[in-house]
């Protein structure tokens, strides 16, 4: 039977912002949470925020030094995603490249699987 993919995995400029984003955070957290939640015109949307403690039933992710909780309604929707920070211009944000994703809307805010 083939293992089930890790469910993300961070690229190193991705565990960097979230080392960041945590050391700025005005109250100690112990990660961060993915989500999933119906939004867009494609369907889906990612979501991250700050948690204190792990909720129940959610998967623990632990990658080059952080750790992001992913709701366990969400693990189905970013099962095998890379999360990845990236800078440019005009736009800065983590992207998110899920090989599940059969979509995305034209302004890259929402996806569908």
Same mark, same amino acid.
């Given at each position: 039977m083939a293992e089930r993919p890790k469910a993300i995995s961070l690229t190193d400029a991705a565990a960097e912002r979230v080392r960041y984003l945590m !050391? #700025? *955070? =005005? #109250?100690? !957290? =112990?990660?961060?949470r993915l989500s999933v939640e119906s939004k867009g015109c494609s369907g889906l949307s990612y979501k991250l925020e700050?948690? $204190? #403690?792990? !909720?129940? *039933? $959610?998967e623990t992710v632990e990658d080059k030094g952080v750790t992001i909780f992913i709701d366990p309604k969400a693990i189905l929707f970013v099962l095998g995603t890379e999360m990845d920070y990236a800078e440019d211009k005009f736009h800065s944000g983590f992207v998110f490249k899920n090989p599940m994703e059969k979509g995305r809307c034209g302004c890259g805010e929402s996806f569908h699987v």
């Open positions: !050391a #700025q *955070h =005005s #109250q100690p !957290a =112990s990660g961060l700050y948690v $204190d #403690q792990k !909720a129940p *039933h $959610d």
